[in-house]
């Protein structure tokens, strides 16, 4: 059985860092692109940052480039998601998902296994 289990979220004020993780299991880690999505109540789900199978390609969404870091360790099979200056707009639930083979697009439909979100709230 898949699972990918976020931690990290919480309440920060403007300006502050978290630190994101996202454990997955029953999955060969390495097959997968990983991507952090974001979503507020009644909105659609939206990509933060993805990252290549082996790493080596990672993108951003606009609003979070140079303020947010995606890296990955798949001898842990963990991927991370490090967010500095940290705005009140960030606050969302944060996903982490899997696309396998995926090339980390931000099509939310093309991601196979989903976690179960943790809550970043930023207050002003």
């Known amino acids: 059985q898949v699972q990918l289990v976020e931690s990290g979220g919480g309440l920060v004020q403007a300006g502050g860092s978290l630190r994101l993780s996202c454990v997955a299991s029953?999955?060969?880690?390495?097959?997968?692109?990983m991507a952090w999505f974001r979503q507020d109540p009644g909105k659609e789900r939206d990509i933060v940052a993805a990252i290549s199978r082996s790493g080596g390609k990672i993108s951003y969404a606009g609003s979070v480039e140079g303020r947010f870091t995606i890296s990955r360790d798949n001898a842990k099979n963990t991927v991370s998601l490090q967010m500095n200056s940290l705005k009140p707009e960030d606050t969302a639930v944060y996903y982490c998902?899997?696309?396998?083979?995926?090339?980390?697009?931000?099509?939310?439909?093309?991601?196979?296994?989903w976690g179960q979100g943790t809550q970043v709230t930023v207050s002003a």
């Open positions: 998902a899997a696309d396998f083979l995926g090339n980390g697009l931000p099509n939310p439909r093309l991601y196979n296994y």
């Open positions: 029953g999955l060969t880690f390495s097959n997968y692109a």
